[in-house]
């Protein structure tokens, strides 16, 4: 079946310190890859996306390369701030049922300190 | 400002008491979500409404009845329920149900049930 594994949180690090939270998938198919960033009190917010193998998503300094040997879209940015402190979700949108549902890891707690 | 609005943001309300949740997407968009996050578990799909119709109940039980009266309103209406459904409720949009639009979402109705 269709499935995403992400990395336990927390993820506790210092401002400007560099960020890796490791995501890996299963899927039939050719499923496209996101990441969501949910904020304290907010809902989910797309991140970047990546629709085919050795595609580069980015957004707001944060990147991710669709891996297909691998299996994974695992998410980095060079230097945190405080303000990323959030939850952070690896999903992949896979043909199940008759159409494209989104399937979401358990999610990453990120909590950057000055 | 997202362009998916939830209402209340936060309810309290008894086993027996009756209970709606509203969703209103202002993106043009024609498919809608229902969601239920609760702590420590994934983000559970729980009903998928596509051009108004229902195209997915996640095994939901009946004490939760969604309704879509046209592609900009989602309600989940809420009876009997019971402590365990105690949780954040998420409402998204996307383009349409097929393909890989990405899904955009409201910032969720904070369930508690004493």
């Known amino acids: 079946g269709n499935s995403v594994t992400q990395m336990e949180g927390p993820v506790t690090l210092s401002e400007e310190a560099f960020l890796t939270i490791n995501c890996t998938y299963t899927?039939?198919?050719?499923?496209?890859l996101f990441w969501y960033v949910q904020y304290p009190g907010e809902g989910l917010q797309l991140l970047l996306k990546a629709t085919k193998a050795d595609d580069k998503g980015s957004n707001k300094g944060f990147e991710a390369t669709y891996r297909k040997e691998t299996t994974s879209f695992h998410l980095e940015k060079g230097s945190v701030q405080v303000s990323d402190s959030a939850v952070y979700f690896c999903?992949?949108?896979?043909?199940?049922?008759?159409?494209?549902?989104?399937?979401f890891g358990a999610g990453t707690r990120l909590a950057v300190h000055p | 400002e997202t362009g998916v609005t939830q209402t209340p943001r936060h309810l309290v309300m008894g086993m027996t008491n009756k209970k709606s949740l509203k969703c209103e997407q202002h993106?043009?968009?024609?498919?809608m979500y229902w969601y239920k996050q609760s702590a420590k578990k994934p983000l559970e799909l729980m009903f998928v409404?596509?051009?108004?119709?229902?195209?997915e109940n996640n095994s939901v039980p009946s004490r939760f009845s969604p309704e879509c009266p046209n592609s900009s309103h989602l309600f989940l209406h809420l009876h009997t329920l019971q402590p365990e459904d105690s949780a954040l409720y998420l409402c998204?949009?996307?383009?349409?149900?097929?393909?890989?639009?990405?899904?955009?979402f409201g910032d969720g109705t904070r369930l508690s049930i004493l």
């Open positions: 993106l043009g968009h024609n498919a």
């Open positions: 999903a992949l949108s896979a043909f199940s049922g008759g159409y494209n549902k989104l399937i």
């Open positions: 409404y596509n051009f108004k119709e229902q195209t």
């Open positions: 899927a039939t198919g050719y499923p496209s």
């Open positions: 998204a949009s996307s383009q349409q149900q097929g393909g890989n639009q990405p899904q955009h």
